[in-house]
């Protein structure tokens, strides 16, 4: 999906965040970042795809505190943020998600068995007076704005990948 996006929104990198802790999970069973870190770099494995945590580094967990420190950062770089179908379901739950899409444009991927009910998620009520056609021209949309896109959808689940090898945690190379 990254590699596709990047294609299709002529993107020069794609960023993965990788998270300390995600504000709407539970801190139980949480895998160590260090192996988070080491198995998103190892399902990546492609030069132009940057795998971070740099939420951790920035000292911020919320996206809507993320975005403006990256965009202070690197004042250089446009970001568009990437979310899967399924995200946008519960997107109305995010804190300040509204200053999210205020912040960068953002790209819905479309994802099975989610892409139809996101449409009618509670924040697409307030985001669907945003919405764009086409990804054509992202980069000077005004904000907010979003756009719902099918790069072809991948039904795998990271959910489901974890469940299947509950340890696989302790199998991460740290240390790269």
Do not use: C
Request: glycine share 4%; proline share 8%; charged share 20%.
């Amino acid at each position: 999906m990254s590699l596709a996006a990047m294609q299709r929104f002529h993107l020069d990198e794609i960023w993965w965040l990788v998270s300390p802790q995600n504000p709407l999970k539970p801190t139980s069973g949480m895998a160590p970042i260090a192996a988070r870190l080491a198995s998103a770099r190892a399902i990546a494995n492609h030069p132009r795809i940057r795998v971070t945590a740099i939420e951790q580094e920035l000292g911020t967990q919320r996206t809507a505190d993320t975005i403006p420190a990256l965009k202070a950062r690197f004042p250089q770089a446009r970001f568009l943020w990437l979310m899967g179908a399924d995200n946008l379901l519960t997107f109305h739950r995010w804190a300040d998600w509204r200053s999210i899409a205020r912040e960068v444009p953002i790209v819905v991927l479309a994802r099975p068995d989610y892409t139809g009910r996101s449409r009618f998620s509670p924040a697409m009520g307030w985001l669907r007076h945003f919405r764009r056609n086409s990804p054509a021209q992202w980069r000077s949309w005004p904000l907010p704005a979003i756009v719902i896109v099918n790069l072809g959808n991948d039904s795998r689940s990271a959910t489901a990948i974890r469940n299947r090898t509950p340890d696989w945690a302790t199998h991460q190379d740290t240390e790269a």
